[in-house]
């Protein structure tokens, strides 16, 4: 089974809003990683949180990790059309030679 | 980071022929990957593609299948071999690089339709 899982699968929200999307996971990891993919097209990396982290910033983007709860978020806020898209996590598990599980992706709209 | 191209873009092949996609990164490279994305699913990882030796294979996938290359630090191949319209997919390669060694970047994938 996949390593992580999302939730939710879909999210539909309005331009300006906050959109907000959990991944959990089953085992430790190194790292993990949140991408982007627009339209079946490639994935673009958007923001790698540390196991020793608890939150990072970037942007519009904000992560958090929570290693005893093995889960994170993704939040989006002020949310833009062009935010549409489906995104990923991905878990770099230790011992596993930087090789990445992902989850099952959240589709997020954004309608104007 | 890193850029990363891939060839072709898409392909729409006939069934029992086979198709090699290639792979190339812009910057130095650590550990490159390929990964299957099936209609309306997530990632797969397919193996990591050593260089210089056999690439390493992910459980459901074989070399007869999947060949794989890397002859140098920057560049590889996938061979999707015998296809059937249930390998159709998007193929992606990723790599991480040796300025960020966990951070995976990926390329734009290959649109495999096979009919």
């Known amino acids: 089974s996949q390593q992580g899982e999302e939730d939710p699968q879909a999210l539909s929200i309005q331009e300006g809003e906050n959109a907000t999307m959990n991944c959990s996971y089953k085992?430790?990891?190194?790292?993990l990683q949140w991408y982007r993919q627009n339209s079946g097209r490639g994935l673009v990396h958007l923001i790698l949180i540390r196991s020793n982290e608890r939150e990072k910033h970037s942007g519009r983007l904000r992560v958090t990790l929570d290693t005893s709860k093995k889960s994170s978020s993704l939040l989006i806020t002020a949310s833009r059309a062009a935010d549409t898209a489906s995104y990923f996590c991905a878990t770099d598990l230790k011992a596993a030679g930087n090789k990445l599980t992902f989850g099952g992706g959240t589709r997020v709209l954004v309608k104007p | 980071s890193a850029v990363i191209s891939q060839k072709p873009s898409r392909d729409i092949c006939q069934r029992g022929t086979s198709l090699t996609i290639q792979c190339q990164v812009d910057s130095q490279v650590t550990m490159m990957f390929w990964y299957r994305q099936q209609p309306g699913q997530s990632l797969t990882l397919i193996a990591t593609a050593n260089q210089g030796s056999e690439a390493t294979y992910e459980s459901g996938f074989v070399i007869d299948k999947f060949p794989i290359s890397r002859p140098n630090l920057t560049f590889s191949t996938l061979t999707v071999s015998n296809m059937s319209p249930e390998d159709s997919s998007i193929y992606l390669c990723?790599?991480?690089?040796?300025?960020?060694?966990?951070?995976?970047?990926f390329g734009p994938g290959t649109r495999l339709t096979v009919l």
């Open positions: 990723s790599a991480t690089t040796s300025g960020g060694p966990d951070t995976q970047y």
């Open positions: 085992t430790s990891i190194n790292n």
